[in-house]
């Protein structure tokens, strides 16, 4: 009989001993410009993330320009004094960066990524962009152009029309959040580039802006690079523009965007609720996640794993605009889609689960869960410098305390299970609900009104 060899196996590697983890502290700084600055040493991030923050809001857009801030943007990154928008596109792939930006309430943001090795290049390539962008007319006609072939796509994707329905309904027509943040045909037609460069000299200045550098500045002068290049971008002084409050109404109803035909109806359920200075923040962030979080979540267990009506259900809660005083708001959400003939039973038992919620509250169980899934893969959440750069720059924009992503942390892990239950509960009140259905008006009306969940109205799709 032969006999059999014999491995010798390694013994398996255990776990190391727990190391405290806490959201990483910025420096904060001022250069010569006015320019303010938050750096953040993050050793072994070869790949340097760099946010710059303008206070450039979409409510101070120019009337029947919505739209402009988006192609300023945009713009920024198509040629300077000194390259042309090939040439600029040809220095970022030299230096192995990508550049950013976008448009949103707060302002403007650009987002540079850049190898630590080749900063100086990176961070002289958006300094240009910033200082002396080309706003040549044939760039802007073409971005003006591929905005205009956007539309009619957002138009037809569910969501986006869901969402566009939604601030409509939410906000008085006058809002600027009543409005698409990107502009709509009409206004984005009348952008030309001298609206762009007018709202870039309005708005656009070191003194109102900010920028974040994280990434491993091991042996790298920062001061120095920041100087030679963000340093060298001039404006006049200005004070930070006033923010207005963000008023909304969530009078219960719904409505429904008409598409005959449709197999599916995209469910966007939906007010206006505090920010993160209310103190009820934490609370409100652990209870959503209970409600609508993940596939363990109250709606998914009803909706998705007991009833099948969905892939899945989502709540959330987005901060659209903040203020130092407090005066901001987000929103309160709760998202999916549905079959068409089930649309009906689904709503039904999602209000179910709300008033099921509100009636018996959250387990202790649901709690710590979702505790763990916050908090516990919170250092994997900012493995990369971009995901902390991105987060200290919603600090900024959001009036918010340095130190205010760690201090959620430990408030989220105290918060109790009585808490978040009230939290979640008052912010999702079952007779204060905007709904927004996009489906097959034919079909889903009248099980919807016999739900008596607000009147019903019905909309064309566009």
């Known amino acids: 009989m032969t006999e059999l060899a014999t491995m010798d196996f390694h013994p398996q ?32 991030q070869q790949v340097v993330a760099v946010e710059v923050l303008l206070d450039a809001p979409l409510d101070a857009e120019p009337a029947g320009l919505d739209g402009v801030a988006t192609i300023m943007a945009r713009a920024f990154s198509e040629g300077t004094d000194k390259h042309s928008a090939e040439d600029f596109a040809a220095e970022l792939e030299r230096a192995g960066a990508t550049l950013d930006a976008h448009a949103d309430h707060p302002g403007v943001r650009l987002s540079l990524e850049v190898p630590a090795s080749r900063l100086a290049k990176g961070l002289g390539l958006i300094a240009d962009a910033l200082r002396a962008p080309a706003f040549a007319d044939s ?15 957002e138009l ?33 037609a009348a952008i030309d580039s001298a609206a762009v460069r007018a709202f870039y000299e309005r708005h656009v200045r070191p003194a109102t802006a900010t920028a974040v550098v994280v990434g491993d ?41 008409d598409r005959p035909g449709a197999v599916q109806t995209q469910l966007l359920i939906g007010r206006i609720g505090p920010d993160r200075h209310d103190r009820v923040w934490p609370a409100q962030v652990l209870g959503t996640y209970c409600l609508g979080g993940t596939l363990t979540s109250r709606l998914d267990r009803v909706l ?74 919170a250092p994997l959440k900012y493995e990369t410098a971009a995901a902390v750069a991105s987060t200290l720059a919603d600090q900024v924009e959001q009036h918010l305390p340095d130190d ?37 008006a034919a079909q889903i009306k009248g099980p919807v009104e016999a739900l008596g969940i607000g009147e019903v109205s019905v909309v064309a799709a566009e």
């Open 13 to 44: 590697p255990q776990a190391g001993e727990a190391k405290p983890w806490a959201f990483p502290a910025p420096e904060r700084g001022t250069l010569g410009n006015g320019l303010t600055v938050l750096r953040c040493h993050r050793p072994g």
């Open 139 to 153: 760039e802007v006609e073409r971005l003006v152009r591929n905005r205009l072939d956007e539309i009619p796509h």
């Open 156 to 188: 037809a994707n569910p969501s986006r029309r869901a969402a566009k329905e939604l601030s409509k309904e939410l906000f008085p027509a006058g809002s600027r959040m009543s409005r698409p943040r990107q502009g709509t045909e009409e206004t984005v």
């Open 217 to 257: 500045l091991t042996g790298i002068d920062l001061d120095a690079l920041l100087s030679d290049t963000l340093g060298a971008w001039t404006g006049s002084a200005a004070e930070p523009r006033p923010v207005p409050p963000v008023t909304a109404d969530d009078t219960g109803r719904v409505v429904i965007v």
């Open 304 to 377: 998705r794993e007991e009833k099948g009506y969905t892939y899945g259900v989502r709540a959330f809660g987005q901060v659209l605009r903040s203020a130092p005083d407090g005066t901001g708001a987000a929103m309160l959400a709760i998202t999916g889609s549905v079959d068409t003939p089930n649309t009906g039973p689904a709503l039904q038992d999602l209000w179910t689960v709300l008033r099921t919620l509100a009636a018996g509250g959250l387990t202790d169980a649901e709690r710590d869960v979702a505790v763990q899934n916050l908090v516990g893969v």
């Open 404 to 440: 205010y992503q760690a201090t959620l942390y430990r408030q989220l892990a105290a918060t109790g299970t009585v808490e978040a239950t009230a939290a979640v509960v008052s912010a999702f009140p079952v007779d204060r609900l905007v709904t927004v259905l996009v489906g097959d």
